[in-house]
């Protein structure tokens, strides 16, 4: 089992960029490929992005792809969610979770964090 915390959320305003770390502990971080996802308000939760176990393959949703880039320390037990060019309709609660295969559903996910909320203001 893998137990994760998500950190690095906060209000930006449009344009601007947030880093989001995910802190992994238990298991090794290195046997997950992780995803990040998000909800927004009266929203389902929505794939992001996710890296693979040795993060040299990514997948990014559409509305992201080109903004948003994913990464992750091994070494550190940490994966990292760069957002730049952030707009108002990035607001979500961001979570990180951990699967056994570079997945974008996310029933492949067992392991979730708590979520970190970030808020792109107008």
């Known amino acids: 089992q893998v137990q994760l915390v998500e950190s690095g959320g906060g209000l930006v305003q449009a344009g601007g960029s947030l880093r989001l770390s995910c802190t992994a502990s238990?298991?090794?971080?290195?046997?997950?490929?992780m995803g990040w996802f998000r909800q927004a308000p009266g929203k389902e939760r929505e794939f992001v992005a996710a890296i693979s176990r040795g993060g040299f393959m990514t997948r990014y949703s559409d509305s992201v792809k080109g903004r948003f880039t994913v990464s992750r320390d091994n070494a550190k037990n940490t994966g990292y969610l760069q957002m730049n060019s952030l707009k108002p309709e990035d607001t979500a609660v961001y979570y990180c979770?951990?699967?056994?295969?570079?997945?974008?559903?996310?029933?492949?996910?067992?392991?979730w964090g708590q979520g970190t909320q970030v808020t792109v203001s107008s």
């Open positions: 979770a951990a699967s056994t295969n570079l997945a974008v559903i996310i029933t492949s996910y067992a392991y």
């Open positions: 238990g298991r090794t971080f290195s046997d997950y490929a």
